[in-house]
């Protein structure tokens, strides 16, 4: 194990409220840091691995993924299963089917040969979610997650989620430009009018029972939705995700929690020191961010409906004018580079196509920012 400080985040945050402006120094010393983020399901899910490099403040490239290395997971079983390279820097495997009384163990060969190992860890077993519910309030939603463990064995727990919902564009376009002279009728396949949203969890959810007499989390706070969200337009629903912790681990979340969530001004607690379960072989004072845990997890999905809900305003995201008319002759050349994007067709008194109504396309096509594609779990 090793210890280290993160100056760089807690140095510039803390300037923030200085009169004068100022460029702090900034070094390498810091950087390129290996980074392991992932937990080691014993259960049927799958198990994924991230692994990135740290990068100094001026650096514009804020992902830095370490690619091309080779994961693998062991046991105290002398069972191993190698992880493969789904995206860059985002290592996969399937169900592991190991079991969950063994430890668990990563070790990580690098493309530059370097190699590193976590500590054998227990597989810890998570208790079933007991609710996830929300609470109605003048400002908008508040979600939050009960769970218990009746035998008195979790006693840590941390918490992800990720929400879904129904979202529409400002105009509903029953025209679209194929290529030809002038765009043509859409059709209902082709529609970019209804899509689903999605996001995941960006903050650490922890909670302990460890000061009760039972292991229980009452009304754990997950997430607040404003009244005017464009997540409440029709229908919501959050997957939230259970994990069961030791005591070890629970302290490096709630550290990593400090450092990234409460740094700020004065007042604010100063950047803590990071103890990891992760070590370079041949250089244990090689400071590795990362705790690499192992264990099962428990899910649970909700659904909100509009109609569920006080009758909120809903705000309008785009900020869109009035659609502008495209005539026929002008189409060929405003309609190819699809900024501009046909809306509906007009008519003259006569019956005849004279042009199409037409808007920016973040204005008309929802695919933008979300996908016509119904999720399977969508009810």
């Known amino acids: 194990m090793k210890r280290f400080n993160i100056y760089l985040v807690g140095l510039v945050l803390s300037l ?41 403040l001026t650096n514009k490239n ?12 062991e046991t105290s079983a002398n069972e191993a299963r190698t992880l493969v390279e789904k995206e860059k820097g985002l290592y996969v495997t399937s169900a592991l089917n190991f079991g969950v009384n063994k430890k668990y163990r990563l070790k990580i060969r690098t493309n530059k040969g370097a190699n590193y190992v976590s500590d054998f860890v227990d597989a810890r077993v998570a208790p079933p979610i007991d609710s996830v519910n929300y609470v109605v309030k003048p400002e908008g939603l508040q979600l939050y997650v009960n769970a218990s463990d009746p035998a008195n064995n979790t006693r840590y727990y941390r918490w992800e989620y990720e929400e879904s919902w ?9 025209s ?21 949203g999605n996001a995941k969890s960006s903050t650490i959810l922890l ?6 007499s039972k292991d229980v989390i009452h009304l754990s706070p997950l997430t607040d939705i404003v ?16 994990y069961a912790l030791n005591k070890e681990t629970y302290e490096f979340w709630q550290n990593l929690k400090k450092n990234t969530e409460s740094l700020g001004s004065i007042f604010d607690v100063l950047p803590s020191q990071l103890t990891g379960n992760i070590r370079n072989e041949a250089d244990g004072s090689e400071p590795v961010i990362g705790y690499i845990s192992a264990g099962t997890t428990q899910q649970r999905r909700i659904f909100i409906e509009k109609s569920d809900l006080p009758k909120w305003q809903v705000k309008d995201p785009y900020g869109c004018m009035l659609p502008d008319t495209v005539p026929l002759f002008r189409q060929k050349d405003i309609f190819p580079g699809n900024l501009i ?9 006569a019956g005849f196509l004279i042009a199409h109504l037409a808007s920016s396309r973040a204005c008309v096509d929802c695919t933008i920012r979300g996908t016509v594609k119904k999720p399977i779990f969508w009810q």
């Open 16 to 56: 923030i409220g200085c009169k004068e402006p100022f460029t702090p120094e900034t070094t390498s010393k810091n950087s390129n840091i290996l980074v392991v983020e992932g937990f080691i399901n014993a259960g049927l899910d799958s198990t994924i691995i991230k692994l990135s490099r740290t990068v100094i």
């Open 62 to 73: 804020v992902i830095n993924p370490e690619t091309g290395a080779t994961l693998i997971i």
């Open 166 to 174: 129904i979202f529409y564009s400002r105009y509903n376009s029953s």
């Open 176 to 196: 679209i430009w194929k290529g030809g002279p002038i765009a043509v009728e859409r059709y209902p396949e082709e529609s970019i009018f209804k899509c689903w």
């Open 207 to 212: 909670g302990s029972s460890i000061k009760l």
């Open 227 to 242: 009244s005017s969200s464009e997540r409440l337009t029709e229908k919501y629903s959050i997957l939230v995700k259970q």
């Open 341 to 349: 994007v046909p809306i509906e067709a007009i008519y003259s008194p």
